[in-house]
């Protein structure tokens, strides 16, 4: 039988290999994105391959900036749509909530992060986008459509409803829970002394909640919507569903559009040399993104002891 000091030193040098071998697999991918990335780099150039937009399979010239440009407009209009209801919602299950529906509620935001993105991408494509078409987007052209400058942005001028719009708000649902979920431990870890004292000094119950619950939470909560956001930077099969996976300029917010993910997906199969090449270099930037994402939510999420 082994002694209790070669346990404790077997069980000490498995968890030390299990840690380091996270770190060698991240290396790993990066340093395999690198080198398959590199023939494109090479030949483009990273800032030339950044800052091109052309996508052009006979002419083997392929540039990011479009499925860039994709990647992190969506992103943002996921998380302009999301954070106000995942904050809600937060604030709901925390503060307002009656004990028999915190639970049910709760475990239906959970859900939405249970449910797999393809199935995201079908309903989308087929639920939503038509609601999309016959709903939202005569209402927003009829409304925004003939403002001077923007209007011709917010004109719907294609069918099917599939588009850089409808995949945006697909992947606000996604992030909702996400958000909801760091919001609302953030919450519970507000002290009910600091709230106690605000309803001493006559603060109402909404006073307490924008002048202490959340400047108190105000790091977390921020950690929480990078987080998501690294979530919505990298989401790949419900956008490419409904996106529309279309490469060329952005001519209104309801067009289809690429964005890094979509055209990966779509085009990874039949891709070789140049292309392929040009492919992981776009896999390259998407992973140096969700990387600093992760730096930069861990410089809000509160330190772990």
């Known amino acids: 039988m082994f002694s ?25 991918m990066l340093i395999t994105l690198v080198v398959e990335s590199f023939p494109a780099l090479r030949h483009f150039g990273f800032l030339n391959f950044l800052t091109t937009a052309d996508w052009n399979y ?5 540039g990011a900036l479009r499925p860039l440009t994709g990647t992190v407009i969506s992103s943002i209009i996921a998380l302009i749509a999301a954070v106000p209801v ?17 639970r049910p509620i709760g475990t239906a935001v959970e859900l939405l992060a249970a449910i797999p993105s393809i199935i995201y991408g079908m309903w989308g494509l087929l639920v939503f986008a038509p609601f999309m078409e016959k709903y939202v987007e005569p209402v927003v052209s009829a409304s925004l459509g003939n403002l001077p400058i923007i209007g011709n942005f917010f004109q719907a001028n294609t069918q099917g409803g599939v588009g850089l719009l409808t995949a945006s708000l697909v992947l606000a649902i996604m992030i909702i829970p996400f958000i909801a979920s760091i919001s609302r431990d953030a919450f519970n870890q507000v002290p009910d002394m600091l709230k106690e004292s605000a309803y001493g000094l006559g603060a109402t119950r909404w006073e307490t909640l924008y002048q202490v619950v959340i400047p108190y939470s105000r790091n977390a909560m921020a950690g ?5 956001m690294g979530r919505a930077l990298g989401e790949t099969m419900a956008v490419a569903y409904v996106i529309g996976n279309r490469h060329a300029p952005l001519d209104s917010i309801f067009s289809p559009y690429s964005t890094i993910t979509s055209v990966m997906a779509n085009e990874f199969n039949e891709a070789a040399n140049l292309q392929m090449s040009s492919l992981f270099a776009l896999a390259l930037i998407l992973f140096l993104a969700n990387f600093l994402a992760i730096i930069a939510a861990n410089r809000f999420l509160p330190a772990k002891k």
Request: proline share 2%.
């Open 4 to 28: 209790v000091t070669l346990k404790n030193q077997i069980f000490k040098s498995m968890c030390a290999f299990s840690a380091v071998s996270v770190l060698l697999i991240v290396l790993g």
């Open 224 to 228: 929480g919507i990078i987080i998501a």
């Open 86 to 102: 995942a904050v809600g919602t937060a604030i709901f299950l925390t503060e307002l909530c009656p004990d028999k529906l915190r």
């Open 58 to 62: 006979s002419k083997e010239i392929f």
